[in-house]
């Protein structure tokens, strides 16, 4: 048993420095970093106790240590600080509606609930019938003026004074960002919907020819020109800015480490735990993200339970400056 808990704890620090320090620099560190990693947190607790059960202490020990801290450090544990809401605070919500698959109603019910100033959605489209969705979709959201390009949707109850579409990467044209600026009482501030591509023109690995390193390689070069583009976008906004979306990106690596080097993560800062959003029937990863700037502060951030969709919605409270 004893060396049963060693092999598990190695193999436990492997697979973290494999995702969080290699991750999209090798094939094999991205496969790590985009596997669910709680599961094998879950079987060193298991394993920890069953060692305590044989009355073998120090391997219970060291198995429910590394696992602990594996659980914390790699699988993106967030400690944040929730703060009460404030008058002024912007709701933001930001959803994959994975083409309405779920129902249209489910998915409008949901947004309607939680009534956020702006709701990001991604995938807000019908292959077969581009223009319909947004359509059917705004049909359904009373007291929301839509803005739609690519599959991307920005639902607004507040004024939006200025809307474009701006190109992140020609590697990923059909994965532009919608950039909108709204006005909340006297504060304007632009919020930025994206969906960070998980292949070549939104190619998945079961459609994949070329094998899996080129797959994973491909996937990371592009999802990386794409947070280089956002963090240009950063450094031209002034004032409040928040990017929301579905961002293919486990909270580990390079490309999540280039976005938190300019934007805060609001989950992080204003929840507690992993906040996975897929799939919504059992999360295992947190792939969906509400960012801000400097210029704006979450005070609450949470993940809603409901599978209208294969993804489950972030919401978040930010004060902006």
């Known amino acids: 048993m004893g060396w049963l808990a060693v092999i598990y704890s190695v193999a436990l620090v492997a697979l973290g420095i494999l995702g969080m320090g290699v991750a999209e620099r090798w094939w094999l560190g991205t496969l790590a970093a985009y596997l669910p990693q709680w599961p094998f947190a879950a079987c060193g607790l298991a394993l920890a106790a069953l060692c305590a059960l044989l009355r073998t202490w120090r391997p219970s020990v060291a198995v429910a240590l590394s696992s602990a801290i594996f659980y914390a450090v790699c699988c993106g544990f967030a400690v944040g600080s929730p703060q009460p809401s404030e008058p002024g605070a912007l709701r933001v919500l930001t959803y994959n509606v994975h083409g309405g698959r779920g129902g249209l109603d489910a998915l409008a019910e949901t947004i309607l609930r939680e009534r956020p100033h702006i709701a990001c959605l991604q995938e807000a489209d019908w292959p077969e019938k581009?223009?319909?969705?947004?359509?059917?979709?705004?049909?359904?959201?009373?007291?929301?003026?839509?803005?739609?390009?690519?599959?991307?949707?920005?639902?607004?109850?507040?004024?939006?004074?200025?809307?474009?579409?701006?190109?992140?990467s020609k590697q990923s044209e059909f994965r532009p960002a919608l950039v909108v600026t709204a006005r909340l009482g006297d504060a304007e501030v632009t919020v930025?919907?994206?969906?960070?591509?998980?292949?070549?023109?939104?190619?998945?690995?079961?459609?994949?020819?070329?094998?899996?390193?080129?797959?994973?390689?491909a996937a990371a070069d592009i999802r990386e020109a794409q947070a280089v583009s956002i963090t240009n976008l950063v450094g031209r906004i002034d004032g409040p800015l928040v990017v929301c979306g579905d961002?293919?990106?486990?909270?580990?690596?390079?490309?999540?480490?280039?976005?938190?080097?300019v934007l805060t993560d609001s989950y992080r800062e204003a929840a507690i735990g992993l906040g996975c959003t897929y799939p919504s029937n059992l999360p295992m990863l947190r792939i969906d993200y509400i960012w801000h700037n400097r210029h704006a502060?979450?005070?609450?951030?949470?993940?809603i339970n409901t599978r209208a969709s294969d993804h489950r919605p972030v919401v978040a409270e930010i004060a902006l400056d």
Do not use: W
């Open 130 to 168: 581009v223009r319909a969705f947004p359509q059917e979709m705004a049909g359904r959201l009373k007291g929301y003026r839509c803005f739609s390009s690519r599959g991307l949707m920005v639902a607004s109850r507040i004024p939006m004074l200025r809307t474009r579409t701006e190109l992140l």
């Open 192 to 217: 930025v919907c994206v969906h960070f591509a998980n292949g070549r023109a939104n190619q998945t690995l079961f459609q994949h020819t070329n094998g899996l390193e080129e797959y994973f390689d």
């Open 247 to 261: 961002f293919n990106t486990p909270p580990r690596g390079q490309v999540y480490d280039q976005l938190a080097a």
């Open 297 to 303: 502060e979450a005070l609450q951030s949470r993940v």
